[in-house]
């Protein structure tokens, strides 16, 4: 087990952890950490709110933090038909510029979710924002479009009358992108500066909202795909799959990666270790009680991290599985938790944050801030700042 | 200078002409994006020609061109609103012939700028082709309607909203609307005939759906022109055509009444719709379950997903009608889930024109209202 653990560690900073930037849903390779915002201490209160925005509709999707700058997408209009990516000043939420689209794909959701669903994913150079219409935008930092797709037109049954939620993340000169659903159900790779197919691969017929994220295997970037029936590694630059876990998993939370060790909610959670000859994941534990609900688990060092539906926060070892402690923070949750140092931050819908303090034997609930809005997305990270966007508006926050 | 405007119209033209070329799953991007950062270099000259070539576009196209069109809008509204073309727009606005799209585009455009222009603009939209124009117009309607039922204005009141009803094409106005008007002012209303739907069928069933397998089936029914006469071998039985009508607001066929709630199964509804004329029309149809659909034994489009969810108007289905007789035949097939929300066999569909406005057969039978319509129909 120390083997592992030591993996762990090590490999933890692998994968672009080191990047500054939040470029995708969970932040560096879907994991929900930044070692880069040391700044950030474990006191929400109303002192800490740097400023706070409108926003001109809703949308679940996390913000990016490019430099200076915050990216955030909305849909507004009749049926959310119009979609908005604007980017905003991280100094002071300025607007910096808007690009507004008409959607060519189906709109339907249900009315907890909304069309802006998918965090945007980004190479540092151009933002991809990805909606549940499946309008896929690419505009570089200054808001010039590079390339659009309609994958609805390409696809026209690549659709979920539920809403599609699953946000896409890069890898290399790949965007990578999971479109599952009952119908047309696929999974591609596409090229970051064309908008063409570098692949595209079947997927199991099901509803799914989860969100592809990254992982390494033998310093070689694997792109794991998630569904009901597991989980796949594939190849970013090919889609040939690498690796097949299937024992089933959640449609909804996503797994998490430490080096080649895959978090995969799954009978509870199921730790395995990945490998790139083709050969089944190894499991490593299985809990059936760490059983992650909405919100995605977190590993931080040596210690994984789930909530379950009555908003049991549960600390587990990494390594073997063996819980150490839970603490019962405010829910629902929608929102998946994120942590830089010692320090655990997590929304609830109910617009309340809530930062646990991980350094101690057990979890501790330092602060919490009510900010009033229905919050459902997740939060993101930067060197010095947390960004979070509520159904109507954008804060940015130094806790 | 006659010859750099030239020039300049042809460097329009031409990167107008490189976007309009984008084609399916992302070709002609790379050249469109060069052919947009020359557009977004353009002067406010060329906003009204972007406008226009909209309706020349196909969905792809139209988001490039709107979003450099915004983009010389906002600098030069910010740096010579001078040189706006708002009279430009607002004769642009007033083409009913453009794009229905773009002209929304031009509404938003000068609203932008000119509050009390657009406020001004907004009434006369009331039966504008623009589902989207319609919209403020008849909200305006719908508070004028609600200040004369305050003031116990009922006749006047109902005058106004029976207004906004013929105008409307949003659901959740026309939903609305019908409430006021039967509530608060006591008027019958023909909501199927409003929009549209498919009210009188036959239905045939139930077929087998065993482990999903009836989406894909070929069932006799779409094998070729539907014989109301004829019998085939269904699921567990013989099974025959007989007729349905529905007495649902919102059109819905529901196979439960007929076959009782059953699982795994699949059956098929046919009719026919009358048209005077050869005619483009969208059908419009609603359904949680899987579907397929064919019109004069086309196959037109089919899905198979199950139970996430139905609207009016989920699906919009261009088609041509032919002059006379056209036969509508759909599929539903319901799977083996149990749970009480997987109950539903059932869709709506209607016939409108693309903007939402019901196209009626010429034979249309007046709309069931009650129970023993929909028996003595199905008798």
């Known amino acids: 087990m120390k083997s592992i653990t030591t993996i762990i560690g090590l490999l933890f900073l692998f994968s672009g952890i080191t990047r500054a930037e939040w470029l995708n849903f969970r932040g560096p390779s879907g994991s929900g950490i930044s070692t880069e915002s040391a700044a950030l201490g474990g006191n929400f209160s109303k002192e800490t709110i740097e400023w706070k925005i409108d926003l001109p509709g809703r949308g679940l999707g996390s913000p990016l933090i490019i430099g200076d700058k915050v990216f955030v997408t909305a849909a507004t209009g009749p049926d959310q038909n119009q979609l908005h990516v604007i980017c905003y000043s991280a100094s002071d939420g300025a607007q910096i510029w808007e690009r507004k689209f008409w959607t060519t794909g189906r709109t339907m959701c249900h009315k907890k979710t909304c069309v802006a669903a998918p965090t945007p994913a980004s190479d540092g150079e151009t933002i991809f924002a990805l909606f549940s219409s499946n309008d896929l935008i ?33 890898s290399g000169d790949t965007l990578i992108l999971q479109i599952e659903n009952d119908s047309e159900s696929f999974a591609a790779g596409v090229d970051v500066k064309t908008g063409l197919n570098r692949w595209k691969i079947d997927r199991p017929k099901a509803a799914n909202w989860t969100s592809p994220i990254l992982l390494s295997i033998d310093s070689t970037e694997i792109a794991a795909l998630q569904s009901s029936k597991g989980v796949i590694g594939v190849h970013p630059a090919t889609g040939s799959k ?16 430490g080096g080649d060790i895959l978090y995969i909610p799954s009978n509870g959670l199921t730790a395995v270790k990945a490998t790139s000859d083709g ?10 009680a760490q059983r992650p609900a909405t919100a995605s688990p977190i590993l931080v060092g ?15 070892n990494a390594s073997s599985g063996e819980r150490l402690w839970r603490a019962r923070l405010k829910g629902p949750f929608s929102s998946s938790p994120v942590a830089a140092g010692n320090f655990l931050y ?25 900010l009033g809005e229905t919050i459902l997305a997740t939060p993101s990270l930067a060197k010095d700042a947390l960004y979070i966007r509520s159904d109507n508006g954008l804060w940015k926050l130094k806790p | 200078m006659l010859a750099a405007s030239s020039a300049s119209a042809n460097s329009l033209d031409e990167s107008i002409a490189s976007i309009q070329k984008v084609g399916p799953e ?4 790379v050249a469109a994006s060069t052919a ?14 972007l406008l226009t070539s909209m309706d020349q576009s196909g969905p792809l196209a139209k988001n490039w061109i709107r979003s450099a069109l915004e983009v010389i809008f906002q600098r030069t509204a910010a740096n010579t609103p001078e040189n706006l ?9 007033s083409d009913t012939g453009q794009s229905a799209r773009a002209r929304k585009l031009a509404f938003d455009l000068i609203q932008s700028v000119d509050e009390d222009k657009a406020a001004q603009l907004q009434p006369g939209f009331l039966n504008d082709p623009s589902p989207e124009l319609r919209l403020g117009a008849v909200e305006l309607l719908i508070t004028e309607g609600k200040t004369l039922l305050a003031k116990g204005k009922t006749e006047e009141a109902g005058t106004t909203l029976k207004s906004a009803l013929d105008s409307a094409r949003d659901i959740n106005q026309i939903k609305q609307i019908s409430k006021l008007l039967r509530d608060k002012v006591g008027m019958e209303l023909d909501l199927p005939g409003h929009f549209g739907f498919l009210m009188h069928w036959h239905v045939a069933g139930p077929f087998d759906n065993t482990k999903r397998s009836g989406f894909a089936a070929v069932f006799e029914p779409e094998k070729g022109p539907v014989d109301l006469s004829a019998t085939y071998h269904g699921k567990s039985r013989e099974v025959a055509w007989k007729p349905y009508s529905t007495t649902d607001e919102y059109g819905m066929v529901d196979f439960n009444q007929p076959y009782d709630p059953l699982k795994e199964v699949t059956a098929y509804a046919y009719t026919e719709f009358e048209s005077d004329k050869e005619q483009q029309v969208e059908l419009r149809l609603g359904c949680k379950n899987a579907w397929k659909i064919w019109l004069n034994g086309e196959f037109i489009f089919g899905r198979d997903e199950y139970h996430r969810g139905m609207r009016i108007d989920q699906y919009q289905l261009p088609v041509t009608l032919q002059k006379g007789t056209n036969t509508i035949l759909v599929k539903a097939c319901q799977d083996e889930q149990t749970q009480t929300w997987t109950k539903e066999w059932q869709f709506q569909i209607r016939v409108c024109d693309s903007t939402g406005t019901a196209v009626l057969s010429t034979n249309r039978k007046p709309t069931p209202t009650t129970d023993t319509d929909r028996r003595t129909s199905a008798q």
């Open chain 1, 138 to 170: 690419a505009l570089d930092l200054d808001g010039n479009i590079r390339w659009m797709r309609g994958l609805t037109l390409d696809y026209p049954n690549a659709s979920n009358s539920l809403g599609l939620s699953s946000s896409p993340i890069v």
């Open chain 1, 242 to 257: 690498i690796f097949d876990y299937n024992f089933g998993s959640s449609t909804i939370p996503s797994s998490v990666a």
């Open chain 1, 279 to 288: 050969a089944e994941p190894k499991k490593i534990w299985n809990e059936g």
């Open chain 1, 302 to 316: 040596q210690k994984i991290y789930t909530i379950n539906g009555a908003g049991v926060l549960t600390c587990a």
């Open chain 1, 346 to 370: 997590i929304f609830n819908e109910e617009g309340i944050a809530q930062c646990v303090d991980l350094s101690g034997e057990e979890g501790k609930i330092v602060s919490e801030l009510e």
């Open chain 2, 26 to 29: 992302g070709e002609g991007s």
């Open chain 2, 36 to 49: 947009w950062k020359q557009l977004c270099d353009m002067d406010a000259s060329a906003i009204v020609p």
């Open chain 2, 85 to 93: 073309p708002l009279e430009s727009l607002e004769n642009f606005l």
